[in-house]
């Protein structure tokens, strides 16, 4: 499994072409989580090689340096997302027993993104009881989930790559809550705890 995030920083045509799309996916999450101004939180180059093993279940906003039950992801393809190649999995229903979890802690739980598939059901039991919808794409379309939704990619299954760049959105707003995740040690040594996230040359405005 091949992963390079926050190809905008780094690469002209990628920033050129991930700042292009935003006047569509950025205006999409805003209206998706009702709120009037969006920013991004990373990009992710996504290559799940050939014969590379499952993804396994997991949720995206735990990891991340804010707390949001609004954060979203987009998902697009680069190549045909089939069930051969280890196209996405989601859980239905899971975002609302994270989102419980969350009112009732006041944080999210973290779980570790390893080999066994079931290890989210260590903290999720009740996840376990739903049922899994996969997802087949074609090349160039987009799917947007929840931060808080359940979900994982199969194996895949074939001699060829299965590309896929991945977008992950924040309110407006946000502030850090002490997990380093993307950010540079710089970053995080500039930051403490209750700070806002507005900086535009780490998360840009985008709607």
């Known amino acids: 499994f091949t992963q390079r995030i926050n190809l905008w920083m780094t690469d002209e045509n990628a920033r050129q072409l991930i700042f292009a799309i935003q006047a569509v996916l950025a205006r999409t999450v805003a209206q998706l989580i009702g709120v009037g101004r969006v920013r991004m939180w990373c990009d992710q180059a996504l290559y799940k090689e050939p014969w590379a093993n499952a993804t396994s279940w997991h949720m995206d906003v735990p990891y991340w340096s804010f707390d949001s039950l609004k954060a979203v992801s987009a998902w697009v393809p680069l190549d045909n997302a089939t069930l051969r190649n280890g196209c996405m999995h989601f859980l239905p229903g899971s975002h609302k027993i994270a989102e419980r979890d969350y009112s009732q802690r006041g944080f999210f739980r973290q779980t570790k993104v390893g080999k066994n598939m079931a290890d989210i059901f ?86």
């Open 122 to 207: 260590e903290t999720y039991p009740e996840a376990a009881g739903l049922e899994s919808h996969a997802v087949e794409m074609r090349a160039g379309s987009v799917s947007f989930h929840s931060g808080t939704l359940i979900h994982g990619a199969g194996a895949n299954m074939t001699a060829g790559r299965r590309r896929a760049m991945t977008m992950q959105y924040m309110p407006d707003g946000m502030v850090f809550n002490g997990k380093q995740n993307i950010l540079t040690d710089e970053q995080v040594a500039a930051l403490k705890p209750g700070d806002k996230l507005t900086d535009d040359s780490q998360n840009p405005l985008l709607y």
